[in-house]
């Protein structure tokens, strides 16, 4: 069955500090990919996405990731953190012919003033 | 433009009574999909409705869940009779349907279950 996984369950990081967050995902063909956000009490936000074209994403609030096929790897990057940035980041797959998320479980980011 | 809608945002209720949670997509979405996360664990997916069709409910754990969209409009997600383990947060997505393979979908707030 189709998984998600992602590296870390809580980070902590400094303000300014480099964030990466890693996700790899199990299936074999051609997926789209996401990462969403969820800030505290609020709702689930997209950052990014990815269909096809360049593997290096750009999405918003400085967020980037870059999808790496022949790891099966979609890595969420942002140079520099903000206290705003507390959040958990989820990342998600959907097959090319399908429309249902698989979900990586998140990964708790809090970042210290 | 409203985004998704959810109601309530909480619940607590006890085993054997039943919910209903309710869904609002953005207007002229005509995919929605219901998702659940059980405390600690995955976003799960439970199902998926074009329209007022069913066109995925592989992710329904069981017969206990019920879930409606007349109209194509709102959906309604129903337990009954509600189980402990059906505690957590129930969210609801939609997107356009335009474009089969290539679509976001938009969150709702999410309904947290509570059932003692």
């Known amino acids: 069955a189709q998984s998600v996984s992602q590296h870390n369950h809580h980070v902590i990081l400094s303000e300014a500090a480099s964030l990466e967050l890693g996700c790899n995902y199990s299936?074999?063909?051609?997926?789209?990919l996401f990462w969403y956000v969820q800030y505290p009490g609020q709702h689930l936000q997209l950052l990014l996405k990815y269909f096809s074209g360049d593997p290096l994403v750009k999405g918003i609030k400085g967020f980037e990731a870059e999808f790496i096929k022949s790891k099966f790897s979609f890595n969420l990057r942002k140079p520099s953190v903000q206290w705003s940035d507390t959040a958990e980041y989820f990342c998600?797959?959907?097959?090319?012919?399908?429309?249902?998320?698989?979900f990586g479980p998140g990964t708790r980011l809090s970042v210290l003033p | 433009e409203a985004g998704v809608t959810q109601f309530p945002s909480h619940s607590v209720i006890e085993k054997g009574q039943t919910v209903t949670l309710r869904c609002d997509p953005i207007s002229g979405h005509d995919n929605l999909y219901w998702y659940r996360r059980v405390m600690g664990k995955e976003i799960k997916f439970l199902l998926h409705f074009v329209k007022e069709s069913k066109q995925d409910e592989s992710g329904m754990p069981n017969n206990r869940f019920l879930a409606e969209r007349t109209g194509g409009t709102y959906s309604t997600l129903k337990v009954q009779p509600a189980e402990l383990e059906d505690s957590g947060v129930y969210f609801c997505a939609s997107s356009h349907g335009l474009e089969k393979v290539k679509e976001t979908q938009y969150f709702g707030p999410g309904t947290r279950l509570l059932v003692l």
């Open positions: 299936y074999g063909g051609t997926v789209n």
């Open positions: 998600a797959v959907t097959p090319n012919y399908g429309q249902n998320f698989v």
